[in-house]
């Protein structure tokens, strides 16, 4: 049985369906994220969940059983809001227990839940400091064991890292992906940053307009996404427009106007006349000379339209015969050399024919 469950879940403010029929099904030790666009209906999910709002329809079950009954100080949820809000004059001891002080808990049952959550963030030594005496890790780790020393059965986290600049951000996600996995406790997560939702969750549920338009794997969503929203939404991706012309056992051959037949993997729901997009990751793209390209059952002639050179890598916009321009994006494996075409340069540009997913309008 899923740990968290949610049944066609509705909440509307007035007319507006801020959360339109969403359904969930959350495993026990999974770290779910929850990604989408700001307004997609993603706090206001966290938010029924820990039962500071409830829909207007659908159910939303821990266990099995339906919380609706059960009010948010009842609920064994915990949810850790934006920027971790720590109490500057309390050190990380008094900051871990505050939560069981106000519940005037038996000072000998703080004191041993106190010490099993420092284990659990690896703080033991640190319980005397002050918030200002630790790194932005070891503040998110008080946070984290202040919300585990009620043992909760889920971690909400809204935005958690948002706040922080690129580099500490990217530390706290090794961080907090290591301190999810040793704790062991569910973790529901949102975000509008699709990178961190790729690189910390097991899976995913896209938002978008108070609805879910995908759950998977990260490297699923990425690779398979499902229609155009999550496509564009994760990553980058080139589009062009294309019809099924023909269905193979195992591929499908696409009409693209102007540019000819491109040959994509099979796919369910498609049928010969279907319209729709063709679309493909930059890194899928590979540009080079006649030669580099021939084994490539996709390949056309471009001309290099632009280059954007980003230190590691480097995004070749190049322009098709239909006037079409798709992005190949190259590392940059040989030191001190940006430029490995030039503007203007005629070139051929090709992908495999097991790279790249149509997608209906
Ligand atoms: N209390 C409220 N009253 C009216 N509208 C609300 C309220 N809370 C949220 N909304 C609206 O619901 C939509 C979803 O909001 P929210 O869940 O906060 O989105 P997200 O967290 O994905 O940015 C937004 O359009 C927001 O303006
Ligand atoms: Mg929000």
Do not use: C
């Amino acid at each position: 049985m899923a740990l968290l469950e949610l049944r066609n879940v509705t909440r509307r403010f007035g007319d507006f369906a801020a959360v339109d029929d969403v359904s969930l099904s959350i495993e026990a030790g999974e770290f779910f994220t929850l990604l989408g666009p700001s307004g997609s209906g993603k706090t206001t999910i966290l938010r029924m969940i820990a039962g500071f709002d409830f829909p207007d329809a659908g159910q939303i079950l821990l266990d099995g059983k339906d919380l609706a009954d059960t009010p948010a100080e009842k609920r064994p949820i915990h949810t850790v809001f934006q920027s971790y809000a720590l109490f500057p004059h309390l050190s990380v001891a008094d900051n871990i227990s505050f939560p069981l002080r106000m519940a005037r808990r038996d000072p000998a049952e703080i004191r041993k839940r106190l010490t099993a959550a420092l284990e659990q963030v690896r703080l033991s030594g640190k319980a005397d400091r002050y918030p200002h005496e630790l790194s932005g890790g070891q503040q998110q780790r008080v946070a984290l064991a202040r919300a585990l020393v009620n043992r909760p059965r889920l971690l909400l986290l809204d935005e958690s890292l948002g706040a922080l600049d690129a580099k500490l951000r990217e530390e706290m996600q090794v961080e907090l992906i290591n301190l999810q996995r040793e704790v062991g406790i569910t973790f529901v997560f949102v975000t509008h940053a699709q990178v961190e939702a790729l690189a910390l969750s097991h899976r995913i549920a896209v938002m978008n307009q108070g609805r879910v338009e995908q759950v998977d794997e990260p490297a699923r969503l990425y690779g398979f996404p499902r229609n155009r929203f999550v496509a564009d939404f994760i990553g980058h991706i080139n589009m062009m427009e294309a019809q099924v012309a023909a269905a193979g056992h195992s591929h499908l051959h696409l009409a693209v106007a102007g540019l000819g037949e491109i040959v994509t993997p099979l796919q369910k729901d498609v049928a010969v006349g279907d319209k729709g997009v063709f679309a493909i990751r930059p890194e899928q793209v590979r540009i080079g000379l006649q030669a580099d390209l021939a084994e490539l059952k996709n390949h056309f002639p471009g001309e290099v339209h632009s280059l954007l050179y980003q230190g590691d890598v480097s995004v070749y916009r190049v322009r098709l015969p239909n006037g079409k321009v798709v992005e190949a994006l190259l590392p940059n494996a040989a030191p001190g050399r940006a430029e490995l075409f030039r503007m203007g340069a005629v070139i051929k540009v090709g992908w495999r024919h097991d790279a790249g997913v149509f997608l209906h309008e």
